[in-house]
């Protein structure tokens, strides 16, 4: 378990809440190992992000019969029964699977194609020039100022201004007597979940179960990445 930046407890194996109506066509589960480059048949250089993307097995499936809603449950990550709560292993001693350390359930359109004990791979539901939105917890950066928190300008810098990282006013004294709610004061910086939408999948390693994306992507290196169709319209 992993503490927030609001003293709240978390658990790997909370499901994802999906807001709205929104039903995904695509979803994976993969670690975040790093940034490196590659070059495209004219010979420009395209920054990408390598994700080791899978293989997920199905855990549970539910329709809207018994749940009330369509969804499959995935296990990625294997790990030792030891290492697990009994309510949480018997989740897999249930259904005969072997135990994963991550769990997570997404709602698809089209649950028809899966089955309790299946395995998805990334080949298997994303190709290149996919539109997608890639999650993750952000990098911790601990206990900031404004200037790097918030990038808030900094006071003279000359001697004698005694005012140079600082938060700025509070606000009047008399009226209204208070600091106004969400006011820019230091804090904790980071660790939260950060969503970028609308990157594209530029290649897919079948045989090594990686996704390479143009571009940055939340989190830390071996940090766990949600990764979707994009809710963008692509324009």
Do not use: C
Not at 41 to 58: C, D, M, N, R
Not at 197 to 215: H, M, T
């Amino acid at each position: 378990m992993s503490q927030g930046n609001k003293g709240h407890v978390h658990t790997k194996y909370e499901p994802i809440t999906i807001g709205g109506n929104f039903l995904m066509k695509k979803a994976m589960l993969g670690k975040k190992i790093g940034m490196t480059q590659i070059f495209d048949e004219k010979g420009l250089v395209i920054p990408v992000s390598v994700i080791q993307a899978g293989p997920l097995t199905v855990v549970q499936k539910k329709t809207s019969e018994n749940d009330g809603y369509n969804a499959i449950k995935v296990g990625y990550e294997s790990i030792k029964e030891k290492k697990l709560s009994k309510p949480k292993l018997g989740q897999f001693t249930k259904t005969k699977l072997a135990p994963m350390k991550y769990l997570k359930e997404f709602r698809l359109e089209d649950i028809s194609g899966y089955e309790v004990g299946q395995e998805i791979k990334a080949e298997d539901m994303f190709q290149s020039g996919d539109k997608i939105d890639v999650s993750g917890m952000s990098k911790g950066k601990g206990f900031q100022g404004v200037t790097k928190r918030f990038g808030q300008k900094t006071g003279p810098n000359t001697h004698g201004s005694m005012y140079h990282r600082r938060p700025g006013s509070m606000g009047s004294g008399t009226s209204p007597g208070r600091v106004f709610k969400g006011k820019k004061l230091p804090g904790h910086m980071g660790m939260d979940n950060t969503t970028i939408q609308n990157l594209e999948v530029v290649r897919v390693d079948a045989d090594r179960n990686l996704i390479l994306i143009r571009g940055a992507v939340p989190g830390p290196k071996g940090g766990l990445l949600v990764i979707k169709n994009t809710v963008k319209s692509g324009k």
